[in-house]
């Protein structure tokens, strides 16, 4: 019991320090590299904003992060709202892909984007997945 209370400890504190190495900066930074690297799509895609995001994702994400439900359509037209709420759904996938890279910023930055990609941060490094989160991780280190 003591030991597992300690292990609970420990994961705690790690994430704890995963999240205050973890600005907003840092998750406001990944959301703009996700949107400078969005494959170029075309008008009819039926994917939203600069980002590329599917309708379904947007009225579960808005309603979740603001509070209120976007059509896709208020979505694509309000980049501030785009924005938030892109934040808020990436904050904490970024926080943890962080803890699942042992603190690798860089490593989580891709896996994040592979996680934005297709809903797995495990191919981060494969195929086309990979050529996708390395353009992120490029655009992202252009903010430091």
């Known amino acids: 019991m003591i030991r597992t ?10 994430i704890a320090v995963g999240q205050g190495q973890l600005s ?3 998750v406001e930074a990944l959301v703009e590299a996700l ?3 969005a494959p170029a799509v075309r008008a009819d895609s ?3 904003s600069d980002w590329q995001i599917k309708p ?10 603001l509070n209120q439900q976007l059509t896709p359509e208020q979505f694509a037209a309000d980049t501030v709202l785009a924005r938030q709420t892109i934040a808020c759904v ?3 996938v970024l926080r943890e892909q962080f803890v699942a890279s042992n603190g690798n910023e860089v490593v989580a930055i891709q896996r994040a984007a592979a996680w934005w990609l ?6 981060y490094r494969r195929g086309d997945t990979s050529a996708y989160t390395l ?6 280190l252009r903010f430091f």
């Open 46 to 48: 039926g994917l939203y």
């Open 35 to 37: 949107r400078l690297a």
């Open 118 to 123: 297709n809903g797995d941060p495990e191919p």
């Open 5 to 14: 209370l300690g292990c609970l400890a420990l994961l705690w504190a790690a």
């Open 135 to 140: 353009k992120v991780l490029e655009a992202y």
């Open 90 to 92: 990436m904050g904490p």
């Open 56 to 65: 379904d994702n947007i009225g579960r994400w808005t309603t979740r992060c």
């Open 24 to 26: 907003t900066i840092k």
